[in-house]
Structures are given as C-alpha cells and as structure tokens.
C-alpha cells in the first residue's frame, strides 16, 4: 500500500479508535453509576422553576445570516488553499487575478456590513 | 442603503418567556425575572421577589427593643451595622437617648468599614457577573477578610456583628485597635487602586461596562432610588452630607459622582467611596476621645408614644426605619426602607431592550441584596 | 499489518493525550489558583494536589447521568462523540518531531482547521437536544461564534503556507528560518485571537457563560457524558496551542535540545498564556464578538493575505525583512491609533 493511502489509513483507526475510547467510558460509568430517575429531576433546567412551554419554538435566531455569509468566505479560503501552495510558479498573472477575486468578495462583506446584517442581535 | 428593520423580515418569529432565576448564578441569591426574549433581546422584564421573605417587619413587633437589634444585621446581610444604625437611631430618638461622643466614632469607624466591606463584595461579584470568573472576587475576599478579623476582635463576630445598642456601642474596643485601624485605613486605597488596574484599565472590561444600563437622572430621582446607583447619575445626594447625623459633620469627605450614569460610573463612585470611607476612618480614629462607651440606659426600656422616621446613608442607599411606638416594651409597627428594593425596581426597567449579557452587567452593578429587599 | 500498526498508535497517541490534558487540568488548577491568591487542590495526593484530575474524573465516573425526559435521546446521547471524535482525530496530524509524526499528510494544515470544525455540530446538537431554553441560546451562540471564527483562523493559515509554499506542517515548520511569527505579526495576533474563540475560551467563553446562560449547550449534561465535552475542550486546546506552535513559533526547532522537548515547551509556555488571559479578562458580548471577527479580523487577516502575496511576488529576493517591516509597522501604528483615541 502506498505512503499516502496509508496515512489516510491512520485516520480511519483514529476515528475507530475515538469512538471505541468513548465507547468504553461511557460504558465503564454505565456500570458504576447510580440511576434512581424520578419526574422532576428529568424536567429541564429553568433555573429551578417549572419551565413556561418549551424551548422548541420558532425562535429569533441570528446566527444563520452569519453562516450564509460563512459560506461564501468558506469556499473562498477553499480556492485559497491551492492557490497559497503554488502561486510562486504562477508569477504575477496569479497575484492580480486573486487580488482581484479577494476584492469581489471584499465588496460582499462591505455591503452585507452597511446593510446592516453583521448584527448579533 | 438602509438597514432591514426586524419587522421587515420574511421570517416571523416567536419570543420566548425564560425565568432568570430564582436559581441562577447571577441573580445574587434568589431574584428571578421572568424575561420575554427576542433573540437575545429582552423585550420585557418583570422581577419577582419575595423568595426570601423571613417577616422581620411582623417579628420584631413581638421582640423587644432590645432583641430587635440583631434582626437588623440580617436584613441587608452585607453592610449589617449601617442597618443597626438607622434602628438604634430611632430608638434614640423617641427615647431622648444622649450618646457619648467616644461611642458615635466608633460607631462611624465601625460603619465605614462595614462600608468598605459592602463594596468590596460588590466589586468582586460585578467582575464575576461581566465574565471575569473568580479573580476579582477572590481578591476582594482577601481584602475583606483583613477588614473582618479586626471587627471580629472587637464585637467576635465575622458577619453579624450586633455592635450598635441604643445610647452607644456594645464592647470597648481592643488596645491595640488604634493602630489596627490605621494600618487599614493606610492601606486600602492601595488596594482600591489594585481593583482599578485589574478592572478599570481592562479593555474588555470597558467594553462591557462604558454606555451599558445608562440611567435616566429624572426617573432614578422619580422612583426613589438613592446611594451610589443614583449618584453614577450626578446627582450629589448623601445623607451624610445632606442631613447630617452622629459625628459625620466633624469629618472631611467628599460625595464621589458620576458622569454618565452608566455600569462603569457606578463601579467609579464605589471605588471612589472605598477611599473617601479610609479618609473618615483615619479622620475619626485620630480624634478617637475618650469616656464612656454607652450611655446609661436599662436593657429593656419602655419608649414614649410617639413614631419616628429615621434614614442614614446605608451602603446601598437611604435605609430607613418607621418605628410606632405605643408606649408598651414592644414597637406596635416596624417598618424598613430598603434601597435595594427601589434600585431594583428602576434597574429592572432599564434592562428593557437590552441583550441578555447586559441584563446580568446592569442588574449586579445595581447592587442588591435579596435579603433587604424581601426583608 | 496496516491496520494493526494504525490502531497502536492511536491507542499510542490517545494514552499521551490523556496524560497532557491531566497535566493541563492540573496546572490550570494551580495557575488559577495562585493568580487569584489561593492554594488551589493541596490534599489529594499529597504533593500539591497532583491527584485531583484523577479524583475528578472517578467523581465524574460515579455521578448519575440524567437525559431530560422530553429531550431529543438520540441526539442527545450521539452529540458527545461527535464533539469528542473530531477533535481526537486532528491530534494524530500534529508532528512532535520532523519524523515523529503518525499521520503525515500533505494538507496537514487544511486537516486539522476541517476537523476542527465540526465540534460545533455537535454542540448544536446537545443544544437543541436538551429541550432547554438556555442550552438553546447556548448553542445558537456557539454556532455563530464557531462559524464566525473559522473564517480569520483558515485564512491566517493560508497566510504561512504562502509563505511556505505547502500546508504540510513538518515543511512549513521546516521552511521557518526566523519563526513566522516575527514576520507576519498580523496573521499571529489574529491567529491566536481567533483560536482562542474558537476554544470559547474566556473571554471568549460566551457559547458557555456561567453568569448569562448557566453553562449553554451542555447545561443537561452531566457525569461522564458531560466530562466528554469538558475532555473535548483540552484536546482542542492541545491543538490550537500545538498549531500555534508550528505555524508560528518554528514549531519544534530550536537549539540544543531535542525537537519533542522544543515543541512541547513552546505548546505549555503557549498554554499558561491562554490560561493567563482566561483568568485576568473578562467575557465580551455576543455582539462585540461578531463585531470583532467579522469587522477587524477577518479584514486584517485578508489584508494579511494580499500583503504577504503581493510582497513575496514584488520582491522576491528580500520578501521575509520587506514583509516583517511592513506588517510590524501597520501592527504598531494601529496600535498607537488605538491608545489615542482610547475612551
């Protein structure tokens, strides 16, 4: 087997070996802890008083126009990568094209920021 | 270009009721507030209180005036003989009490340290509750604990100290409490200066405390609130100052004020206070007299008919006692003033529109105690 | 044989691990301790606590373990190994030595900011599963900070391959003549400050904030379905400190002493920094946070970025002097900028 696919080989016992390290904690607790379950210790926590509805509703969350954005960045510093490792070889034209590319999406987070979206609450 | 409005939003979304306490780790004891959320915005915010309630008010009508006193260490369990004072002072008062002149210094030595004490246990508690977990108030026990082993020698308690009775104080003072007391008076604005350093010069510390639960100076005035929450505001109400009481008058202090009325004054009118009350100290224990410690009075008395109001300067605000008398051995109705309670009440409406993180900065710099405000 | 020798030294690497983190918890125990003027664990073990880790994780072993009765059980049950999973597998990538590496991959780098990022779906899970409302605002919390973050910390990165011409790790640490960190101080600072969010570490810990949300998403979990987030964080602090190290402090070279030894000290000497500022700031808002990543960092490590490719490219012959220059001047004029117009 090659060096390379044996490498990734490794990160498959990793994965195995994670997984079975919390397997077996977990299992090793099963067996010593005590389990005496009644209602009110399974109610949720609202700082000791019984909660008013419950906490799956359709709630005002902020983060998503963040990950949307995320998103964009994140394929960014996908096309990156590569371009990091090799734009030595590729010389001035590279420079100016991921200039430019960086700049698009510069824009993008100048406008998102006046639109007024990079607002946690 | 415009912002989107929250309303302008395709999505609709629900708010969310959430109960902030009574078990909470920075509701100070057992407040709760029922918080309407959106997001993390609080739209609305409604305190319930009275987790705590004890009936001291409805007790000490059954106590005589004698045993009342210690009720008073427990109301605001952190700044006890301030809240002593206002009592005895009543008491004083209907009964034409004459205290010695020795007796009304340590009284203020005493309340000053106590003072000193209150906001040393509230800087620690602030820092905790704007996220800075355990050094500041690990330090402030430190300091504190310096200041409580020299009141312990004198009344031999560490929290409760039952060291004010009508006509003076309790115990005679140790020999070496002179020089005791010099030592911390010379030595907490080091201290204070140590909390600045830590907090005051903290970036992040700025960041959470500068234009965050900014107080109305007209409504704070309008819901009564008092001691340095309203004095962040600007406005230079100390009843030490303003109605003068025991031997306050002799000594040279100063009122500290704020500015803006904002979480970060308030922590600056407190500082500044630890150092005004190591001032009074040091004033008061060099032209300690000497005499008589308490004024010849019998342990069970029988006051006048009659009532009184009596405020002092507690360490929160204006402490007031309404005392009824029906000339029998006990008060016919004992009614307290706490501050906390109108502190609160203002803080908690202030919090409205404000995120969640905030919420927990404005109310701990408010500075209360459960234990006054349910009593 | 592959496989065989693969599972031994995961098993390998998974023993070192735990012996770190118990070295960490405890002198975490002990550096909070002595900052805040106190003792810290002094009985168990005799000397100075050493036992206490070990007395916490049977505590831990031994506490009843609740799944709120109206949460989501399966969810519930699977986010602790999809927060622990992840973080263990980055690990094996970290190389202590220029040969003491088990998986040595070409995209080193690119592996473990991929891996790392998952942490945060498993923190969403145990937020939304718990049927709590705080563990809720936890997680939404968590999920936008982690989000925010990732974006800074990948592109610094892409900041030292450039400079290496590799995401290789054991070639970028090779290629440091100079530690990268005096040539890029804009892409360190926003190195360190983006991991250290990413850790939710204070002041950053605001996915977890003991005085606003109790304890965020993992607010229902409790024994050792809870230790396993709490183990988690300090694999991932063992590799965003050891990921400092070798992107920016040249890693395990140094004189004298042998390569594991440069590289750990570096990673505890890094370690009692971040315990340092954990103890002496305070936490910053959600809003400030996003403020943070979105308006200052991820422009400065952008500007980092066309700096170092437009310097290499210009000059090529004098880039790593041009660049330090460069950088170190924007560093400290924003920084005197910043001290005038302070409040």
Known sequence: MSEYLSAYLNVAMFAVVAFCFVAILLGVSAVVRPKKENPVKLEPYECGMVPFGGAWSQFNVRFYVFALLFLIFDVEIAFLYPWATVFRELGITSLIEMLVFIFILLLGLVYAWKKGVLKWV | MEEIKHDEQLLQTDTMDLNIGPHHPATHGVLRIVATLDGERIIKAVPYIGYLHRGVEKLCEDLTYMQITPHFDRTDYVSNINNELSYVMAVEKLAEIKVPERAEFLRVIMLELNRILNHLIWVGSFANDVGLFGTAFMYSFRDRDLIQRVMERVTGARVHYHYLTYGGVREEVHDDFEADVKKLADWIPGRVDEYEMLLEDNEVFRARTIGVGVLDKEEAINYGCSGPFLRSTGVPIDLRKLEPYSVYPLFDFDIPVGKNGDAFDRFKVRMNEMRESAKIIKQAIEGLPGGPIRAKVPRKIRLPKGEVYIRTENTKGEFGVYLVSDGGEKPYRLKLRSPSYTNLMYGSRVVEGMVLPDVVAVLASVDIVLGCIDR | ?343
């Open chain 3, 1 to 343: 044989m592959g496989l065989l020798i693969g599972i031994g030294l995961a098993l390998l690497v998974i023993v070192l691990v735990l012996t770190h983190i118990i070295v960490f918890i405890w002198c975490e125990l002990k550096i909070f301790a002595h900052i805040m003027d106190r003792y810290g664990p002094i009985e168990t073990g005799k000397f100075h606590g050493v036992l206490q880790p070990f007395a916490d994780v049977l505590k831990l072993m031994n506490k009843e373990d609740t799944v709120p009765g109206a949460s989501d059980r399966l969810i519930f049950k699977v986010a602790p190994f999809v927060v622990f999973v992840p973080a263990f597998m980055a690990i094996g990538a970290i190389p202590l030595s220029a040969t003491l590496v088990v998986i040595n991959l070409d995209i080193g780098a690119f592996y473990i900011i991929a891996l790392s990022a998952f942490t945060f779906v498993g923190m969403i899970m145990a937020g939304w599963s718990s049927f709590n409302k705080y563990s809720l605002l936890g997680a939404f919390r968590a999920a936008g900070q982690l989000l925010s973050y990732e974006l800074p910390f990948g592109l610094t990165i892409a900041g030292v391959a450039m400079m290496a011409s590799s995401l290789n790790l054991i070639t970028i640490v090779n290629k440091q003549v100079v530690p990268n960190a005096f040539i890029q101080p804009i892409g360190f600072l926003v190195f360190v400050i983006a991991a250290e969010a990413e850790l939710s570490r204070s002041p950053f810990d605001i996915p977890h904030a003991e005085s606003e949300i109790i304890a965020g998403y993992h607010i229902e979990y409790s024994g050792m379905r809870w230790a396993l987030f709490y183990l988690a964080e300090y694999v991932s602090l063992i590799i965003l400190c050891s990921m400092t190290a070798l992107l920016f402090l040249g890693g395990f070279k140094g004189p004298i002493l042998p390569p594991p030894v440069w590289f750990l000290l570096k990673v505890y000497v890094l370690f009692f920094i971040l315990a340092w500022i954990r103890i002496t700031f305070p936490r910053v808002r959600p809003d400030q946070l996003m403020d943070l990543g979105w308006k200052v960092l991820l422009p400065a490590s952008l500007l980092n970025i066309v700096l170092t490719a437009s310097i290499i490219i210009l000059l090529p012959d004098i880039w790593p002097v041009a660049l330090a220059v460069t950088e170190f001047t924007i560093v400290i004029a924003t920084l005197i900028y910043l001290g005038r117009t302070r409040r």
